[in-house]
């Protein structure tokens, strides 16, 4: 069947998928289905565009300030929906010892770079030895400020997550750790532990959920996720839209339908739990935040119409040209 792209589930997640549950979120989002066989014709091999930005092999470049460097592009799960699809878990997938040591002058030699995102794949499979080396390896490059983890390690095989694995992101510089999750349910005790391992570790932690038809399109599941993150200290930082991966249109929500949860969760729950909603433009243009604006301009007047947390509209009018980095310059004067 869907042989083209590569299958792995981990212990953990085989334990957590209900045989019972015919659409188990779990299972839809590991275990390959029939549908992937069908192709939308506005998908494409590489949908965010990484190959236009690679200037050297490993590193992907699309913003002045920071880079994503990829050691490896093996996983410890295959996602059904991955953006990366075409690419992960192949054959020749981790980083040649040449191929590192370019990528790291191509960093070095740019004083612009402010922050390497260590990604691939998923950096935590390496060995502890080889995490370390790339972490003293970045921590002494003066101009870089910050050094960012992505991964689903923690997730979805927390026993990875020992001690010496927490000891090898030790720098003097800031590293954060960002963690994929997308249901509630995949965040179970040994998932807790592991996380908490690493924020004990003074690492702080951020979280990105994509959007999946199907997983988690629902108010309540998005809610619980998001809380659920939050106790345990991380703190949801982007909600993707699906990306047009090959095969996945079973996947994507519309914008709207993604909008309406986003408005949903607004006003009713903590902002902490409030992650931003982006999409990734396809072909390389960048992730651009496409949640519903609260504020709509009536023509060229200097009037706006704000909508609240409840869907209810006031009308308002600016004194001055300052006034969205200052609350206090609008007057509501209406209510609609
Ligand atoms: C997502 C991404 C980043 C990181 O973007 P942030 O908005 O800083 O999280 C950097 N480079 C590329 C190519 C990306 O796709
Ligand atoms: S862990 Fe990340 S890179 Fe790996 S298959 Fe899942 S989404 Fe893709």
Redesign the pocket.
Known sequence: MAEQFTVAVTEDVAELIDPAHPADPIAAQFVPAEAELTEAPEERADP?G?ER?SPVRGI?H??PD???LKPTLLCPVYCRFCFRREVVGKQGAVLDQASLARAFDYIRQRPQIWEV?VTGGDPFLLAPRRIADIVRILDQIPHLGVLRFHTRVPVVDPRRITSTLVEALAAEKAVYVVIHANHPRELTKQVQEAVLKLSRAGIPLLSQTVLLRGVNDDGAILEALFRRLVVMRVKPY?LHHADLARGTSHFRTGIASGQHLVRSLRGRVSGLCQPTYVL?IPGGYG?VPIGPCAAGQVGSSGEWIIEDGAGVRSFARCKGIAWLSCGAQIRIWRAL
Do not use: A
Request: charged content about 40%.
């Open positions: 965010t990484d930005w992907v699309r913003y920071r880079v994503l995102i982007y990734d992730k």
